[in-house]
């Protein structure tokens, strides 16, 4: 009888053990990122249209492993991903008066495991030219906010890029 009354008690801590085990496992939080938006000086007249790539709309942040692209879980982006982008660029390229109609497509904007940011795709100006563009930056640091920076940085060089091929 006592041996079945400390079989019980045992089997009913190890039990015991095992729920607070699984119950104390926090939930991660999900993250929402924004691409920083640099102030304008002055309105834009600038008609800037963003596309991507169909994998690319998602409002996750997207990693690249080997072959695969995979969505983040707990990171996504705080507004829609195409429209942060076009607010951006325009703000980037506000001070460029000659540049009235653009087109920008983004075929690859991912975040690899060795901390890398891969931004690529082309543009298309208003004389119809078509310029592609491919960028590999490396984040300074791990993690998503890093990813964000990278990418904020990524997008100053295009923006750059776009402008150099104005004024030629």
């Not at 991660?28 to 938006?37: A, D, E, M, N, V």
């Not at 460029?96 to 891969?118: N, R």
């Not at 960028?135 to 923006?159: D, N």
Request: aromatic share 10%; proline share 4%.
């Amino acid at each position: 009888m006592l041996r079945l009354i400390f079989f019980r008690f045992f089997l009913l801590m190890g039990f015991l053990s095992v729920l607070l085990a699984c119950s104390s496992q926090p939930m991660p939080q999900t993250q929402y990122f924004l691409l920083p938006i640099k102030a304008m000086a002055q309105a834009s007249n600038l008609q800037l249209e963003v596309a991507l790539a169909p994998q690319l709309q998602d409002e996750r942040i997207l990693l690249k492993q080997e072959n695969a692209i995979i969505p983040a879980h707990y990171n996504r982006w705080k507004i829609d991903l195409k429209d942060n982008l076009q607010q951006v660029l325009t703000a980037e390229l506000a001070n460029e008066t000659e540049l009235k109609k653009l087109h920008v497509f983004f075929d690859q904007f991912y975040a690899t495991q060795s901390g890398q940011v891969l931004l690529r795709g082309h543009f298309q100006l208003h004389d119809n030219s078509v310029k592609p563009f491919s960028y590999t930056l490396q984040q300074e640091q791990t993690g998503y906010a890093a990813f964000v920076k990278t990418v904020s940085a990524g997008l100053s060089q295009l923006a750059r890029d776009i402008a150099k091929e104005v004024t030629h």
